[in-house]
């Protein structure tokens, strides 16, 4: 099974915005991806995020791994990928076709985790220190 953390990061003095990945692969690889994004908000920083982590969860099961167990901390992400379902139509415009990909993932699921187990928040939170 392939653990895959995500979070995103957003410095509010001047909007940049970070995302992380930490993913353990079935066979034990440890993959760390960093991206800086556009964000006005932690929340679609935290829905971005999810977006790259279905990319790579999209590359591992091209590459045969089949069971992905996602972990946010984001409540706003959680929720909305158990409902379906997400009220804010900017940030719909990520999620909707995110969530169906994710959908597609040969077994996947979604797992909320308090932040100071996100693998992932020490990863952003470096990115947005890259100036």
Same mark, same amino acid.
């Given at each position: 099974?392939?653990?895959?953390?995500?979070?995103?990061?957003?410095?509010?003095?001047?909007?940049?915005?970070?995302?992380?990945?930490?993913?353990?692969?079935?066979?034990?690889?440890?993959?760390?991806?960093?991206?800086?994004?556009?964000?006005?908000?932690?929340?679609?920083?935290? =829905?971005?995020?999810?977006?790259? $982590? /279905?990319? +790579? *969860?999209? &590359?591992?099961?091209?590459?045969?791994?089949?069971?992905?167990? =996602?972990?946010?901390?984001?409540? $706003? /992400?959680? +929720? *909305?990928? &158990?409902?379906?379902?997400?009220?804010?139509?900017?940030?719909?415009?990520?999620?909707?076709?995110?969530?169906?990909?994710?959908?597609?993932?040969?077994?996947?699921?979604?797992?909320?985790?308090?932040?100071?187990?996100?693998?992932?928040?020490?990863?952003?939170?470096?990115?947005?220190?890259?100036?």
């Amino acid at each position: 099974m392939v653990e895959l953390y995500f979070d995103g990061a957003v410095r509010p003095s001047n909007d940049d915005a970070a995302i992380g990945l930490f993913c353990k692969t079935s066979s034990g690889e440890v993959i760390e991806r960093s991206y800086r994004i556009t964000a006005t908000n932690n929340h679609e920083a935290e =829905f971005q995020a999810f977006e790259k $982590a /279905v990319d +790579l *969860a999209e &590359e591992l099961a091209e590459a045969g791994e089949g069971m992905f167990s =996602f972990r946010t901390d984001s409540e $706003a /992400v959680s +929720l *909305a990928v &158990e409902r379906e379902f997400t009220k804010n139509k900017r940030i719909q415009v990520v999620f909707e076709p995110t969530l169906e990909r994710f959908n597609r993932l040969p077994l996947a699921f979604l797992k909320w985790i308090p932040s100071n187990d996100n693998k992932a928040d020490r990863i952003a939170k470096a990115a947005l220190r890259t100036d």
